[in-house]
């Protein structure tokens, strides 16, 4: 089985721009969240969306949004970037969710904005 | 509101020696627990998790954990650990109700000594 997958790995951006992320999960995981991991903050948990609707919302702002298609592949957006944006964005799929199930992480995009 | 603790941000261990990292969570509710390995330029692994039942939990690659509800912990351990087990170790923690969302400690950096 194919693993989680993430692309593109590796993005360069400037202030004030906008950038998509996307996400394919595991064939069949109806789940897909999203995190965060700089290097002061560690691991922080954006949102999560299970069969195309948000069910998990972390303490992010707006800027930060995302979606999930009916292939449950999703897609992360941020608005107007800024240079605290700079990290590692990882998505992580499962089966039902961030509850029990164990999650299975992607490489992650490392976004880097100047 | 949950948190986790990972005390030591770095841990240097002997090759062959045994290894423990620590992990305190707070939460005022009942929680689930999980321990995640990053192996460097990956993402996140699951190594064990606990949700309920026995408090000795075993995982991949030799790990085990034991959860500890009086002293709020959840501390990792390895008999003998060996070079493959360099990497970054992050518990996490789930309440099993309300908003649910994977919250990370900090995470420890493993660094075995040959």
């Known amino acids: 089985k194919a693993g989680v997958t993430q692309t593109p790995r590796y993005l360069i951006k400037t202030r004030g721009q906008q950038v998509t992320l996307s996400c394919s999960p595991i064939?069949?995981?109806?789940?897909v969240s999203w995190y965060q991991q700089t290097p002061g903050q560690g691991l922080q948990f954006l949102f999560e969306?299970?069969?195309?609707?948000?069910?998990n919302k972390g303490n992010f702002p707006g800027r930060f949004s995302g979606r999930q298609f009916s292939n449950s592949r999703s897609e992360m957006n941020v608005s107007t970037l800024e240079l605290g944006d700079s990290a590692l964005y990882l998505c992580?799929?499962?089966?039902?969710?961030?509850?029990?199930?164990?999650?299975?992480f992607g490489p992650g995009t490392r976004l880097t904005v100047l | 509101a949950q948190s986790v603790t990972q005390l030591d941000s770095q841990v240097p261990v002997f090759e062959e020696a045994p290894v423990e990292l620590r992990c305190n969570y707070s939460?005022?509710?009942?929680?689930?627990l999980f321990w995640y390995v990053q192996y460097p330029n990956q993402g996140l692994q699951l190594l064990l998790k606990?949700?309920?039942?026995?408090?000795l939990v075993k995982g991949i690659n030799g790990f085990e954990a034991e959860f500890n509800k009086s002293q709020t912990s959840f501390h990792l351990r390895k008999p003998s650990v060996h070079i493959s087990d360099t990497a970054e170790y992050f518990c996490?923690?789930?309440?099993?109700?309300?908003?649910?969302?994977?919250?990370f400690g900090t995470g420890t950096r493993l660094t075995i000594i040959p």
């Open positions: 992580a799929s499962s089966l039902a969710g961030i509850g029990t199930d164990t999650q299975y």
């Open positions: 064939s069949g995981h109806r789940s």
């Open positions: 969306y299970f069969s195309e609707t948000q069910r």
């Open positions: 939460s005022s509710v009942s929680v689930y």
């Open positions: 606990y949700l309920s039942g026995s408090t």
């Open positions: 996490a923690v789930n309440t099993n109700f309300g908003n649910e969302k994977l919250t």
